[in-house]
């Protein structure tokens, strides 16, 4: 069972940036793809980021290559979604989820087992 909550959601200017972080709990942290989904207002949620369970494999939208980082750090238990020229298009609710134990980096939502809460981001044109 993985527990998460994401922190970091403001409103910001137009090609500003933000750093929504995604505490977990549960021992097994590391084993879990974790990936950042979000969700504007009247639309579907769409895939941004993922990172595999070392960090060393990364998938991004079209979207945001270039702009989003996906990080993380297991020994806090912690993944990051560093966000930079941001564009209000990207206005929407931000959801950090992670998939079962072993599974292979994804982008399919369907594949998550286990989600935050979310946090809102605004971008201001």
């Known amino acids: 069972q993985v527990q998460l909550v994401e922190s970091g959601g403001l409103l910001v200017q137009a090609a500003g940036s933000l750093r929504p972080s995604c505490a977990a709990s549960g021992r097994t942290f590391r084993r879990h793809v974790l990936g950042w989904f979000r969700q504007a207002p009247g639309k579907e949620r769409e895939f941004v980021a993922a990172?595999?369970?070392?960090?060393?494999?990364?998938l991004y939208a079209d979207s945001v290559k270039g702009r989003f980082t996906i990080s993380r750090d297991n020994a806090e238990n912690t993944v990051y979604l560093q966000m930079n020229t941001l564009k209000p298009e990207d206005t929407a609710v931000y959801y950090c989820a992670a998939t079962p134990p072993y599974s292979a980096i994804t982008s399919s939502g369907g594949y998550y087992s286990y989600w935050g809460q979310g946090t809102q981001v605004t971008v201001s044109s």
């Open positions: 990172i595999g369970w070392s960090g060393g494999s990364t």
